[in-house]
């Protein structure tokens, strides 16, 4: 039924979209390419395994949790590690963010081992249906929560002192340096916002699929491919070419098998590299 298979996608571009927004975020803001975004995700879905298991908690009540959590992470990884090379180049910040993920894969893995992982409430498998379309109770709720947290960013962005500094630096670093924006803690800010959002972004995707601390590979990956089709460093981009891309994927998968679902996500980067070097919204975060 084509109804349910797009329903699929929407579901499944909601959480594209989540897994992009902060990774792009970042690069928009810093012109950071964050590599261990990726696995600052899977943190997320470990912290809300970690819970629901020794403390019962239930994983939607965990992702404050998990988002405060990776926060501090962020913040930490921009105050004392990424500030040193942040002004020198995306490359440098490349090699720096890939060494760091590889760090924290390894201690995640130590800590949990490198067996799947999953979070099956006892309301996991429940759904209700409307003129024949299957509608899980947990997927409905994802793509509530990833549109709470993409209104709330935008809020944030728009509404705050903070927010108003952050789209400053991005526009023009030494103008917002002149009006005096601490550019530095702007930039631990932007990071921590960043890791928070793929903390939540990891507490979602626990309760959707398993996983296991090497996961972090297949998230950027994705995030790169939305960023690219959506536009590069730009967060309403990064929004559109999560959802575009779910959809697409679940289309394809329909019509062409499972088997080529990564296909049509890489076949969808090259097109669009191509016709569209900008992406859809176009690049830099506004």
């Known amino acids: 039924m084509i109804v349910q298979v797009l329903l699929n996608g929407i579901f499944l571009g909601a959480i594209y979209a989540n897994i992009a927004v902060g990774f792009s975020l970042a690069w928009g803001v810093m ?22 298991k020794l403390a019962g908690m239930d994983p939607f009540l965990s992702i404050p949790v998990s988002m405060l959590l990776l926060f501090f992470i962020g913040y930490s990884m921009q105050k004392y590690l990424l500030k040193f090379v942040v002004k020198v180049g995306v490359f440098l910040s490349l090699i720096l963010t890939f060494g760091l993920d590889l760090v924290l894969v390894n201690v ?3 800590i949990f081992t490198g067996d799947y992982r999953s979070v099956t409430p006892s309301y996991s498998g429940t759904h209700f249906e409307i003129g024949g379309v299957t509608i899980p109770y947990v997927r409905l709720a994802t ?3 990833c549109v709470l947290l993409t209104l709330l960013l935008q809020l944030f962005l728009a509404k705050t002192k903070t927010g108003n500094a952050i ?8 103008a917002a340096e ?27 995707i626990s309760m959707v699929q398993s996983f296991t601390p090497f996961e972090g590979g297949y998230f950027i990956m994705k995030a790169f491919i939305i960023c690219v089709l959506g536009g ?3 967060v309403m981009g990064a929004i559109i070419g999560g959802l575009i891309l779910g ?15 990564e296909a049509i996500s890489a076949i969808i980067m090259i097109l669009v590299l191509i016709l569209m070097p900008k992406g859809i919204v176009g690049s830099k975060y506004k």
């Open 31 to 52: 012109d950071v390419i964050n590599v261990a975004h990726g696995t600052l995700i899977v943190i997320g879905s470990f912290v809300t395994f970690s819970l629901f």
């Open 232 to 234: 590069l460093g730009n």
């Open 167 to 174: 789209r400053a630096t991005s526009q023009n670093r030494q």
């Open 178 to 204: 002149i009006v005096g924006v601490h550019v530095g803690r702007i930039y631990s800010i932007t990071l921590g916002v960043s890791a928070a959002l793929a903390g939540a972004c990891g507490s979602l």
């Open 143 to 145: 793509l509530g929560i």
């Open 108 to 110: 995640v893995l130590l």
């Open 247 to 261: 959809i697409v994927e679940t289309m394809g998968a329909r019509v062409l098998g499972t088997g080529f679902q």
